[in-house]
């Protein structure tokens, strides 16, 4: 069966510091790639997705995510984040009936 | 562009009501759109695809007559919750997708709707 881990559920980070949310997929061949951030009382919002090519892939909102085969990963990345960044992260993956399969989700929460 | 919103934000009723919540894309016509539900602290799991002019099809576990579909254009959805009861009580979120030239549809999500029944 297809599915998406996340295996952080809430991250921690200092406003600044660097912040890597993990992504696993298990799937049958490479799938559709994404990841999306919820803000409270907002809907998804596409931050980046990797369909085929280059495996380092740059988002809006300075992140970028890193898909790696070998490790069937899909790991999201932000060099400094803000205090804006807080909210709720799902990786999700896509096969060809353009169904979404989301992981759970990793709650990011940024002290000052 | 690609805005979808959905209507209510928010509704409350009584059991063993009806509840229906629209989805709209905005400023593009939807290949299709999904359906999904979403419990406190959970992920999104989805409950169903619907086409315009066709049937809704549901994801296994999700019961086609207390969650009705109606995609009567391509740019409304509908999800009616009827006889609502209180662990129907959830965030309900849909989605409305267009082609990209890559191949894929990609989903945009609406607002949610978070219904409440007491």
């Known amino acids: 069966a297809q599915s998406v881990t996340q295996p952080d559920i809430h991250i921690t980070v200092s406003e600044g510091a660097s912040l890597e949310l993990r992504c696993n997929y298990s799937y049958g061949a490479t799938p559709y790639l994404f990841w999306y951030v919820q803000s409270p009382g907002q809907g998804l919002q596409l931050l980046l997705k990797?369909?085929?090519?280059?495996?380092l892939v740059q988002g809006i909102k300075g992140f970028e995510a890193e898909f790696k085969r070998s490790q069937s990963s899909f790991n999201l990345r932000k060099p400094s984040v803000h205090w804006s960044d807080a909210a709720e992260y799902f990786c999700a993956a896509g096969s060809n009936d353009y169904k979404l399969s989301f992981g759970a989700g990793t709650t990011v929460t940024v002290r000052a | 562009g690609a805005v979808v919103s959905q209507h209510p934000s928010r509704v409350i009723c009584k059991s063993g009501t009806s509840v229906k919540i629209e989805c709209r894309s905005l400023?593009?016509?939807?290949?299709?759109m999904f359906w999904y539900r979403q419990f406190p602290k959970q992920s999104l799991m989805l409950m169903a695809t619907?086409?315009?002019?066709?049937?809704?099809?549901?994801e296994q576990g999700v019961e086609k007559d207390k969650f009705l579909i109606n995609h009567a254009s391509l740019t409304l959805s509908t999800l009616t919750v009827t006889s609502a009861h209180p662990e129907d009580s959830s965030f309900y979120i849909c989605s409305a997708s267009r082609p990209l030239t890559s191949g894929w549809d990609e989903q945009f999500f609406g607002p949610g709707t978070r219904l409440t029944v007491l």
């Open positions: 400023d593009f016509q939807a290949t299709t």
């Open positions: 619907s086409n315009e002019g066709s049937k809704a099809t549901y």
């Open positions: 990797y369909f085929s090519g280059d495996t």
